[in-house]
């Protein structure tokens, strides 16, 4: 028996570079087809400017407020019932026949989604199209 195995040894070592290259050339492939390109394109927008002219009294807004409990005050003017057939006379009435007429909602933050719809609902009845929703905006 021989157990000396240094004679064997004679030999470099030497590291195979080739699979490692075709592995490293698959991941580049694979990357490159997998990759999407796109350009960024950035346009130089100028906002126009437009100057407020004063309202006139015939075009004044239609304020309806509703609060948590679903209560609905129209131009600080509390109504008698809360169904969607009440708001609309009550807005066709201060419109005047005016179907430009904004109609805006105050709604609490509280209140039910149904009710800010039956103003929608109502407005869109009397025949008034413009609405809008008015917030707070809070001060840091």
Known sequence: MN???SEDRDEDLEINFIPLIDVLLVIIIFLVVSTTFSKIHELEIKLPVAQ???LDKKDEP???VVDSEGK???NDKPL???NVAEIASKLKELSNKNNKMPVII???AKATHQSV???MEGS???GLTRITFSTIVEQK
């Open 3 to 5: 157990f000396n195995r």
């Open 52 to 54: 407020a002219n004063p």
């Open 62 to 64: 239609i304020n309806v």
């Open 72 to 74: 609905y005050l129209i």
């Open 80 to 82: 008698k019932s809360n």
């Open 106 to 108: 105050y709604a609490d």
């Open 117 to 119: 719809i039956n103003v």
């Open 124 to 126: 869109r009845q009397a």
